[in-house]
């Protein structure tokens, strides 16, 4: 976020911003990829938001 309000403001070249924005697909990609092999680890990665009514599986984030 710090990125994207440096960059809008002018004090951030491009470079820089493409840097961390590189940076951040690869942490998001790299979860999603844990995510799927069922690797998060509970309590930090991995918390509960809600059940669903019908009793199955819990919404993660």
């Known amino acids: ?3 994207n309000q440096e960059f809008a403001w002018g ?3 491009s470079r820089r911003y493409n840097k961390y924005k ?3 697909e690869a942490f998001v ?3 999603l990829d844990r995510a799927v092999a069922g690797s998060l680890t509970p309590g930090t990665e991995v918390i509960f ?3 669903s009514k019908r009793g199955d599986a819990p ?3």
């Open 29 to 31: 990609e790299e979860k």
């Open 11 to 13: 004090l951030l070249d």
């Open 22 to 24: 590189m940076r951040l």
């Open 59 to 61: 919404m993660m984030s």
């Open 49 to 51: 938001l809600a059940r």
């Open 1 to 3: 976020m710090a990125a």
